[in-house]
């Protein structure tokens, strides 16, 4: 009699990833049909103890261009739709809800956010314009830290603001409100 390993599944509107977890799955075969058939064998540990998976997708696929990735913790198949469009369902079957498969929240991405997901990673966008970061004192190793008890700073030593500089006391209900988001040029929130 064979089992049924955990599947993890999310889509975009041009492709669904799903997630075969089978650690150290000896023999893996996946084989994935134009009309969305989906079939998964494999063995594991010392029994050999049999693993399989055989459902129909929700609707038509590539098969030519999806691609399958086996590694020593789990079986990846990136599985080109043949429709760029959202399904609204991983199954062909409405019939009844499989308890090996799941959503993988790590790579699911909601329909109306996709086209940010097409965004470069923070960061990749920003252009320094040659600037120099060595010359800004920062990790500096000419400055010899010494780090002893002459030297400490204590909140009595410490120099009272110059008459110019606003100093604003906030009291403590105050400073315990939740940040509120508002809403920047680009769209994007950010806490205040």
């Not at 029994?47 to 459902?55: G, I, K, N, S, W």
């Amino acid at each position: 009699m064979s089992r049924h390993p955990e599947v993890k599944w999310a889509q975009r509107s041009d492709k669904l990833y799903i997630t075969i977890e089978l650690p150290d799955a000896n023999n893996p075969k996946v084989k994935l049909e134009p009309d969305g058939k989906f079939t998964f064998s494999a063995t594991t540990g010392q029994e050999q103890t049999l693993y399989e998976l055989d459902f129909y997708l929700y609707d038509r696929v590539n098969a030519e261009e999806s691609k399958i990735s086996v590694g020593l913790r789990n079986i990846i198949c990136i599985v080109k739709k043949e429709e760029n469009k959202w399904w609204k369902q991983l199954l062909k079957s409405e019939a009844k809800r499989l308890p090996f498969l799941k959503v993988d929240w790590d790579k699911w991405v909601d329909e109306d956010e996709e086209k940010d997901d097409k965004l470069p990673p923070a960061g990749q966008d920003m252009d320094f314009g040659g600037m120099d970061f060595s010359k800004l004192g920062m990790g500096d190793d000419d400055d010899d830290l010494d780090i002893s008890d002459e030297h400490d700073d204590d909140a009595d030593d410490q120099e009272p603001p110059a008459e110019d500089d606003q100093v604003v006391e906030v009291p403590i209900e105050e400073s315990k409100n939740e940040a509120h988001i508002e809403e920047g040029e680009s769209g994007k929130g950010k806490a205040v």
